[in-house]
């Protein structure tokens, strides 16, 4: 009972969020960064077409507390996001407090957990191959947010100097 509703509140913020938010004032151009983000967003949409796995108990509570605790973080992420949210490489506005101080990239390091979390729940290896390219497919997506996000506001360069990608004093 729990998942759908986390689920459902975290897609209800991001359609709200897309509903609110301020046209862009900058956007990576070409195919490739378009590419990147909706595979990265819609990868993991795959996991459901695998057949469930059958979880010992301690599996199913890992499972139970990656996806709840990346979901929840995801939440709180996406709120103090705001309206500069997109799913495209886009400039909507630069955040740099909240979780964004310690790291750029908060809310794919929590949607990381819920994609494990939610791996866990099917068929393996297949589920965890889905997911660790769902994941992987969101470093060049990364990559066309620090360039246009760079190239529209200055203050970001100091800002990625000073600040992790993903993982405090590791990346």
Known sequence: MLLPLSN????????????????????????????????GFSLTGLLVLLPPARMSLPVSLLSLVLTLGGTAASIYIAAVLGRCFSIFPQARGLVTRGPYRFVRHPLYLAEFFTVFGIALQFALPWSLFVALAAMAAQFPRMHYEEQILSAIYPPYRAYKLRTARLIPGIY
């Open 8 to 39: 459902g509140l975290y897609l209800s913020l991001l359609m709200l969020l897309l509903v609110l938010r301020p046209p862009p004032v900058g956007s990576a151009s070409g195919v490739s960064p378009k590419l990147a983000a909706l595979v």
